[in-house]
């Protein structure tokens, strides 16, 4: 390993040979900078194609990784803090998705199973002083300046995947930048997670089966557990396997809206990591990055290389806000009592990326 690597990827159980791994394509961030021909129709295919590709950042990308490495301790830091003290940043009677949400407090799937995870999710116009600052633990506030630097990172990121769409789908110069600009409001947040080892005999689903709700995602992680379940009647789940270096990149529904299905929010989940990682704690930082609040989440005009809509379908005229908020807060019983184990109501795209798929 080099230095970025070392310092972004520590030991661990190893992650086992046997367990089924997803057929994600590795893209180099130095070759999409440089718009290589070869690596581009390799990204518009991952893009179309499962929506998830790992994304070597080695280089270019350095910055970022020892970034990410120091939010790993940072987020160590901030679950170690006592429950009670996590449970003043729990903001969902406000109608908010950022702060704190412990564990058991989302419907993990049909069953009625709840989550396993904790997790605390920071906004993006909080950070940049755009919008409305949040209340935090002092571990968080004393970060602010790594939180902020991270997320310009990871936006730097973003900017060039949504700058490669807009020319694949031959949209405008500009369109889908124009819709998700670091400094519109919107609704990008950096999320830190932490899932504890589950017992021996009740390993299960750490985060229930969804779509990711924006746009674009940024994924650090460092052990196993996420899996995806590829496009196909005979799909069967399968881990995505953490790499040193990389970051792992998915599309969220926002792309399966704008282009009626041509490119692919796919499905995922979390569950215990296989194999002897099982028996560690998960840590996982995302960068979520979703489009400005007020934008419209429909089929865009200008590109013939959109698929046009079904004949007589009529698009729900919802906002990038109240999609996220309906998707993150819509599973959560103690806003919606019984209503929140109906998870059809909390949706994503799944139906338009199986239909055009």
């Known amino acids: 390993m080099d230095s970025a690597e070392t310092t972004t990827y520590k030991s661990g159980p190893p992650f086992p040979d046997d367990v089924p791994t997803a057929p994600l394509l590795r893209l180099s961030l130095a070759k999409l900078q440089a718009k290589d021909p070869e690596e581009i129709k390799r990204f518009t295919s991952a893009c179309e194609d499962l929506g998830f590709f790992y994304l070597d950042l080695r280089g270019p990308g350095d910055k970022i990784l020892q970034q990410s490495s120091d939010l790993f301790d940072v987020g160590k830091e901030l679950f170690d803090l006592p429950l009670e003290e996590k449970k003043k940043y729990n903001f969902e009677h406000l109608k908010s998705y950022l702060g ?72 405008p110069p500009g369109t889908l930048q124009s819709m998700h600009r670091l400094e519109g409001h919107g609704g990008d947040q950096v999320r830190f997670i932490k899932a504890p080892p589950q017992p021996q005999d009740d390993r299960t689903i750490a985060l229930g089966e969804h779509t990711d709700f924006g746009s674009v995602t940024v994924l650090f992680n460092r052990l196993g557990g996420l899996q995806v379940l590829p496009p196909g009647a005979d799909a069967e789940w399968c881990y995505v396997k953490p790499l040193p270096g990389h970051a792992i990149i998915n599309l969220g529904d926002a792309m399966v809206k704008f282009t009626n299905g041509l490119l692919r929010s796919n499905i ?17 930082l995302v960068y979520f990055n ?10 865009l005009q200008n590109s013939d290389r959109i698929p046009p809509l079904t004949t007589g379908l009529v698009e729900d005229e919802v906002t990038s806000k109240d999609w996220i908020i309906r998707r993150a807060l819509g599973s959560r019983p103690a806003l919606h009592g019984k209503d929140a184990f109906d998870l059809s109501k909390s949706r994503g795209t799944e139906a338009i990326s199986q239909r055009v798929n």
């Open 100 to 171: 704190y949400k412990h564990m058991g407090a989302s419907v993990a799937d049909k069953h009625g199973n709840l989550d396993r995870n904790e997790f605390y999710n920071v906004g993006k116009d909080d950070m940049f002083e755009i919008g409305e600052k949040w209340p935090a633990p002092g571990v968080l506030e004393s970060r602010r300046d790594l939180i902020k630097s991270f997320m310009a990172s990871a936006y730097s990121i973003v900017s060039l995947v949504l700058e490669l769409l807009n020319d694949h789908l031959a949209l």
């Open 268 to 284: 995922h989940r979390v569950v215990s990591p296989p194999g002897e990682q099982a028996d560690s704690t998960r840590y996982s």
């Open 290 to 299: 979703r489009p400005e609040d007020d934008v419209i989440l429909r089929r």
